[in-house]
């Protein structure tokens, strides 16, 4: 029973590392085949949809590396900005988040 000032809490879900490593290991391939694909055209002046494409691709080929960076680190989890806790359900969603909800929306803004 829960005395009378408690607020009933919610155990946040347990992450399972070892799913989320094997995850960004699939994204990161699957996103090195589209640039590799996308290299012959990815000019601007050839295929400007091309290069913006290869751009932002290698933009989260990057995060997804440095997510796994954080997973060999023990950091994976923390907020890069406030060193905060970042939301299992975010991870689940986005597993190369580098920041918790809070920063986000400060980086956003």
């Known amino acids: 029973m829960l005395a009378d000032n408690a607020a009933p809490t919610l155990a946040e ?3 399972d590392l070892d799913e989320i ?3 960004l290991d699939t994204e990161l391939q699957r996103r090195e ?3 590799e694909e996308l290299a012959p055209r990815a000019i601007p ?3 400007p949809v091309a290069y913006m494409t ?3 691709t290698r933009r989260e080929i990057d995060q997804i590396r440095s997510a796994l960076g954080r997973l060999e ?3 994976f989890g923390s907020c890069t900005r406030c060193g905060g806790a970042i939301a299992a359900g975010r991870l689940e969603v ?3 988040a580098e920041t ?4 986000q929306s400060h980086v956003e803004s």
Not at 100 to 103: A, E, G, N, R
Request: charged share 15%; aromatic share 0%.
């Open 13 to 15: 879900p347990q992450l």
């Open 21 to 23: 490593r094997r995850a």
């Open 33 to 35: 085949v589209i640039v």
């Open 45 to 47: 002046n050839v295929d």
């Open 54 to 56: 290869a751009a932002a």
């Open 73 to 75: 680190a023990g950091t």
């Open 94 to 96: 986005l597993p190369h």
């Open 100 to 103: 918790c909800i809070d920063c």
